[in-house]
């Protein structure tokens, strides 16, 4: 996939990112789990954040190699399609466990295209 600038591409994935930390801070699963608008939010970032990764260039992908992928493209899916078979402990299991990895990857492909343009 091509024809979107990778800057922009960064910065949904981050926001999206952030506005989960935001929103999330000093909550437990079981806040989550009472709280249906924060729930429909978070998965709503999580859908932009597998779609926005299918615009990240496969070699700037290979920066993160541990980066799980696969699975982070087809979330969204998950979430757009079997919305029904969504698990809140699932889906609290990702922020909690993939979160920061993710956002750590995408800073280091974000300062990786900074470098190349200087």
Do not use: C
Request: hydrophobic residues 40%.
């Amino acid at each position: 996939m091509t024809g979107r600038r990778v800057d922009a591409v960064f910065a949904e994935i981050l926001d999206a990112i952030e506005g989960i930390e935001k929103h999330t801070a000093g909550k437990s699963l079981a806040d989550f789990k009472q709280d249906w608008l924060l729930r429909l939010a978070v998965q709503r970032a999580l859908e932009i954040i597998s779609e926005a990764s299918r615009h990240i260039p496969d070699d700037l992908l290979t920066l993160a190699p541990d980066m799980p992928w696969k699975q982070i493209h087809g979330i969204g899916n998950v979430l757009r399609h079997e919305y029904h078979k969504i698990a809140d402990d699932v889906i609290w299991s990702v922020l909690e466990r993939h979160l920061n990895p993710l956002k750590a990857a995408v800073q280091k492909m974000q300062q990786s295209t900074h470098e190349e343009r200087r």
